[in-house]
């Protein structure tokens, strides 16, 4: 029999070609597989950087934003490190604040950077993305906080006159608020008796009760609760009587009056009486209430607030009110956006615009 014989290569030279190519492809996959790498942990740190970043540059304007909205002169807010709140929200301390610039006369804006802990160089280190040549990457983050009146807020319903407001302005306060509708410093820190009763007295220049109507004596409508959801550029009714409002709400709310500074919407004037009685609102006053009478023996007596006499000068049994002294107040809560050339009376919302 004749025996064929096998052509081609022998089998050991093709097993050794073989695992050549199998390197080959190996050595090609682990470069690939580098790359993933490289996206899903450097990609992923650095969104997880600009989170934090971000944070840090929001932190850092509504800190300078808020402290313009007081009175503070901005440069000076603006170079305070106490505002710096950048390495406050990074996991490691160390990202730097970038630029914080002054776009309008009520706004700032800042920008955030990556840097390494220990350095000021705005640059954020990569780990596997370093194979393929790339040592570091620079991630920045803005934003822009802004300031003002707010056209509108949920506050305490009662509303006070623009002209008893005036009355706790200084002479310069009172001239560059008639002039630029805004005002330096704090009004008069002298404890203040707002009246809302039958014999209010009047501030000199003021109305007759205030300009409270008969029958009102400056309580609003409530909305929910105890509180007032009010747009200045509307009108708002009116609620009858010389007492606080009566939803269980109201009782609850008491004990947070002395808390912090109440918003307080300030009328123009009105029409109407008792439950018809309409206020045009003008803007927003903020008020710190130390004191409160509203019914009875329903009293909160701060011995700095002035008594309440009536017109003998004895003291008046039938005396509502709220005492305290006007602030300048900034709210960082969800409010109207502040309408251009609306004046401002103190009571401020600060925001991110940007």
Not at 53 to 63: F, K
Not at 151 to 165: K, N, Q
Request: charged residues 20%.
């Amino acid at each position: 029999m004749r025996r064929i014989k096998k052509l081609g290569q022998p089998a050991n030279d093709l097993a050794a070609k073989e695992r050549g190519a199998a390197a080959v492809l190996v050595a090609f996959s682990m470069v690939v597989l580098l790359g993933f790498a490289a996206l899903a942990v450097d990609v992923g740190a650095m969104y997880a950087e600009k989170a934090q970043l971000q944070n840090g540059a929001d932190a850092t304007a509504l800190a300078i934003a808020g402290e313009c909205a007081k009175g503070v002169s901005c440069p000076a807010a603006m170079s305070d490190p106490n505002n710096r709140l950048a390495g406050a929200n990074a996991n490691d301390d160390s990202s730097g604040t970038f630029s914080v610039t002054q776009p309008t006369t009520s706004s700032v804006r800042v920008e955030t950077n990556a840097q390494a802990a220990g350095s000021t160089d705005d640059s954020f280190a990569l780990y596997f993305a370093r194979i393929l040549g790339h040592e570091s990457s620079v991630i920045h983050a803005t934003a822009v906080a802004s300031w003002g009146p707010p056209s509108g807020a949920t506050t305490l319903p009662w509303t006070v006159s623009e002209c008893v407001f005036r009355h706790f302005l200084s002479p310069s306060q009172l001239a560059s608020l008639d002039d630029t509708g805004n005002f330096e410093g704090n009004p008069s820190t002298d404890r203040v008796l707002l009246r809302y009763d039958k014999t209010t007295p009047a501030y000199p220049g003021c109305e007759t009760q205030n300009g409270y109507r008969p029958g009102g004596f400056g309580w609003l409508e409530t909305d929910t609760g105890c509180s007032a959801d009010i747009d200045i550029s509307s009108t708002v009714d009116g609620q009858p009587g010389n007492h606080y409002p009566n939803d269980k709400a109201c009782e609850d709310l008491k004990d947070d009056l002395l808390n912090e500074p109440q918003l307080i919407p300030l009328f123009r004037s009105n029409t109407g009486n008792g439950d018809n009685t309409v206020y045009t609102l003008i803007g927003f006053a903020a008020f710190q209430v130390t004191a409160y009478k509203f019914s009875g023996s329903d009293e909160h007596v701060d011995p700095l607030v002035p008594k309440c006499l009536d017109d003998k000068g004895k003291a008046d049994p039938n005396c509502r009110y709220l005492g305290g002294y006007f602030v300048k107040f900034v709210s960082l809560e969800e409010a109207g956006v502040p309408t251009p050339g609306q004046p401002d009376f103190g009571g401020s919302v600060v925001y991110l615009s940007d």
